[in-house]
Nanobody
Framework: QVQLVESGGGWVQAGGSLRLSCAAS????????MGWFRQAPGREREFVAA????????YYADSVKGRFTISRDNAENTVYLQMNSLKPEDTAVYYC?????????????????????WGQGTQVTVSS
């Protein structure tokens, strides 16, 4: 089994920054990809960013491109989401997720149904 634990959420004013972390554990943790999603009240869970566990391929939602950066530390089994220039519309619970098997089609990264394990989420609140 795989466990994912997010941290780093909190309250920040618009224009500020936060860095989320997602620490993975479990003997079977060997992902093909990791992703960040978010869910605001009354809205569906939406894709934010994703990275393959090896190599340099990353994907971003248009709404965060140029402001958010996903990175990882394979030795520490941790993935990060650096969030800059935050806006009130970024307010949501942020979840990390992992995908076990190969996934090469870009659009599949955007669908939360294509991920196998999820963390419990961390709240990010951006005030105007």
């Amino acid at each position: 089994q795989v466990q994912l634990v997010e941290s780093g959420g909190g309250w920040v004013q618009a224009g500020g920054s936060l860095r989320l972390s997602c620490a993975a554990s479990g003997r079977t943790f060997s992902p093909y990809a990791m992703g960040w999603f978010r869910q605001a009240p009354g809205r569906e869970r939406e894709f934010v960013a994703a990275t393959r566990w090896s190599g340099t391929i990353t994907y971003y939602a248009d709404s965060v491109k140029g402001r958010f950066t996903i990175s990882r530390d394979n030795a520490e089994n941790t993935v990060y989401l650096q969030m800059n220039s935050l806006k009130p519309e970024d307010t949501a619970v942020y979840y990390c997720a992992s995908r076990k098997s190969i996934m090469t089609v870009r659009s599949r990264y955007y669908d939360p149904n294509n991920y196998d394990y999820w963390g419990q989420g961390t709240q990010v609140t951006v005030s105007s």
